[in-house]
T-cell receptor, first 113, second 112 residues
Framework: DTGVSQDPRHKITKRGQNVTFRCDPI?????LYWYRQTLGQGPEFLTYFQNEAQLEKSRLLSDRFSAERPKGSFSTLEIQRTEQGDSAMYLC???????????FGSGTRLTVV | DAKTTQPNSMESNEEEPVHLPCNHSTISGTDYIHWYRQLPSQGPEYVIHGLTSNVNNRMASLAIAEDRKSSTLILHRATLRDAAVYYCILRDVQTSGSRLTFGEGTQLTVNP
């Protein structure tokens, strides 16, 4: 068990470009979550998958954001036409049961210039 | 999700116990109390959770008031590595799905 892995750790992109992040959860965890965190704030929920089904999406997840978990294993989060306001840490987490604690990855730090 | 109130910051000395308070006066019967902590430049780390009874694990203890309107996270012997932001979160798995709603947390400073 290597924990939750996120790739890349850092990404610098120009405004208007598309970016994609990957998350590999703990292998036996069927629940996967994406959060976003800006400096000095707590993480904010973006979306949640149970297996391959996306069951919940935050209003923060605008049309430019899309998340997938095609085979119920790894997940990707894509941001199209990035804006400077998208600069943040994007965190992925996974869990096994509904009441369990999450295991978070170390996050992907996105900087839009 | 019901709201929690935590002090913005607390200080402790190394090797002393730390009691981190959390108020949640509007807690509902199906809210679990979760604690996470976040070290600089890392993702949050699960610490402990409970519903009604006090809970202990290798990291900490969670003391829950009898009326459940407050709780306290107890670190029995603080180390420098315990310096982090500690988040107290109520999680109603019946109505809010699986999301965690983080507040601003308590910044714990541990002095050597």
């Amino acid at each position: 068990d290597t924990g939750v892995s996120q790739d890349p750790r850092h990404k610098i992109t120009k405004r208007g470009q598309n970016v994609t992040f990957r998350c590999d959860p703990i292998s036996e965890h069927n629940r996967l979550y994406w959060y976003r965190q800006t400096l000095g704030q707590g993480p904010e929920f973006l979306t949640y998958f149970q297996n391959e089904a996306q069951l919940e999406k935050s209003r923060l997840l605008s049309d430019r954001f899309s998340a997938e978990r095609p085979k119920g294993s790894f997940s990707t989060l894509e941001i199209q036409r990035t804006e400077q306001g998208d600069s943040a840490m994007y965190l992925c987490a996974s869990s096994l049961a509904r009441v369990d604690g999450y295991t978070f990855g170390s996050g992907t730090r996105l900087t839009v210039v | 999700d019901a709201k929690t109130t935590q002090p913005n910051s607390m200080e402790s000395n190394e090797e002393e116990p730390v009691h981190l308070p959390c108020n949640h006066s509007t807690i509902s019967g199906t809210d679990y109390i979760h604690w996470y902590r976040q070290l600089p430049s890392q993702g949050p780390e699960y610490v402990i959770h409970g519903l009604t009874s006090n809970v202990n694990n290798r990291m900490a203890s969670l003391a829950i008031a009898e009326d459940r309107k407050s709780s306290t996270l107890i670190l029995h012997r603080a180390t420098l590595r315990d310096a982090a932001v500690y988040y107290c979160i109520l999680r109603d798995v019946q109505t809010s799905g699986s999301r965690l709603t983080f507040g601003e947390g308590t910044q714990l400073t541990v002095n050597p």
